[in-house]
């Protein structure tokens, strides 16, 4: 198999990932949680634009890089109950089910301060592992 051929291979299975997360974002659009709140079109707008971020993961480090990104995952959840709960999610053990082979919109979060601010909207109470030092507006 040449380079090009895993190349294509390896895109076309990054975009499978995000049209299969589709269907319960379509679901979630009409509800008052969705484009019916100022806080659901922010949520929807992030998720769209993590969504179409992750299939280019080299961009993704980029970004985190330029709004020097620091810390850790403390498994809180709030990341995996963006709009829907992701279905590898295990919200009694907090762990991922599929987290050795996660889709790259797992592996790259949070790629801006955006997805801090998103993730706080999910869970108010609870702080984020991740902080970024470059100060942005939210």
């Known amino acids: 198999m040449s380079w090009i ?7 076309v299975r990054r975009a499978w990932v995000v049209i299969r997360i589709f269907p ?3 679901r979630a659009l009409p509800t008052r949680q969705g484009l019916l709140s100022h806080s659901g079109r922010l949520l929807i707008w992030g998720k ?3 969504s179409f971020l992750s299939l280019s993961p080299r961009l993704c480090r980029r970004l985190q890089t330029r709004y ?13 109950n963006l709009m829907f709960q992701c ?4 919200p009694d053990t907090h762990l991922c089910g599929v987290y050795e082979d996660r889709p790259n919109i797992c ?14 909207l999910v869970k108010p109470g609870v702080l984020c592992g991740f902080q970024f030092k470059t100060p942005t507006q939210a």
């Not at 279905?87 to 295990?90: A, K, L, M, S």
């Open 5 to 11: 051929d895993n190349w294509i291979g390896k895109n």
């Open 24 to 26: 319960p974002f379509f």
């Open 48 to 50: 769209m634009r993590r």
């Open 87 to 90: 279905p590898h999610w295990n």
């Open 107 to 120: 592996r790259v979060f949070p790629i801006t301060p955006a997805d801090i601010r998103d993730r706080t």
């Open 68 to 80: 020097g990104i620091e810390g850790g995952c403390v498994s809180c959840g709030a990341s995996c």
